[in-house]
T-cell receptor, first 114, second 120 residues
């Protein structure tokens, strides 16, 4: 158990819909990262938040948005969903201030868009 | 250009034998970290081993060791005494953007992965 909690584990929805994925980082971790894993694109970095502030953006679509709340949990919002958005979405957290740099991953949220 | 290259889409190994999974990386940073993660069929990402760019010794964690050749920019994972439970996808990843204090808030960049199958 990595200590990172993601909900829901599985989600099936239709094209055009909007979903919200939730992530609770490990206790004490200030950094939250979101990744998308699909068969054709591999593991793609989406966005990074540190203590409530956006730190870096990767290949995140404009239809997607995220935020980190004061209690440090994070949400990834996916809207106007398309078939190609079907993927495994990971949240990861890391220790702020540690030199080790390991990211701890949640179990992922598997999104299926029909 | 790819930052992390894993040239072996799939590897096969006999149980109890050793196997090496290849990884090369590309960075202009002096300070960076290299990681290996395992992803079994259940989907979770499991951290295996870490190597810092300034570490002089190759990292080891149980049956896992990292063959770090800085000049060649390679960070191969060696699994000794393979077990059936080692069958999984393995990802090499790099973390750049370390700040002056040696801590890093940077993202991990992943390779495409290698599927390892361990035969009995």
């Amino acid at each position: 158990d990595s200590g990172v909690t993601q909900t829901p584990k599985h989600l099936i929805t239709a094209t055009g819909q909007r979903v919200t994925l939730r992530c609770s980082p490990r206790s004490g971790d200030l950094s939250v990262y979101w990744y998308q894993q699909s068969l054709d694109q591999g593991l793609q970095f989406l966005i990074h938040y540190y203590n409530g502030e956006e730190r870096a953006k990767g290949n995140i679509l404009e239809r997607f948005s995220a935020q980190q709340f004061p209690d440090l949990h994070s949400e990834l919002n996916l809207s106007s969903l398309e078939l190609g958005d079907s993927a495994l979405y990971f949240c990861a957290s890391s220790v702020a201030g540690g030199s080790y740099g390991e990211l701890f991953f949640g179990e992922g949220s598997r999104l299926t868009v029909l | 250009a790819q930052k992390i290259t894993q040239t072996q889409p799939g590897m096969f190994v006999q149980e109890k034998e050793a196997v090496t999974l290849d990884c090369t990386y590309d960075t202009s940073d002096q300070s960076y970290g290299l990681f290996w993660y395992k992803q079994p069929s259940s989907g979770e990402m499991i951290f295996l081993i870490y190597q810092g760019s300034y570490d002089e010794q190759n990292a080891t964690e149980g049956r896992y060791s990292l063959n770090f050749q800085k000049a060649r920019k390679s960070a191969n994972l060696v699994i000794s005494a393979s077990q059936l439970g080692d069958s999984a996808m393995y990802f090499c990843a790099m973390r750049e953007g370390f700040n002056a204090g040696g801590t890093s808030y940077g993202k991990l960049t992943f390779g495409q992965g290698t599927i390892l199958t361990v035969h009995p």
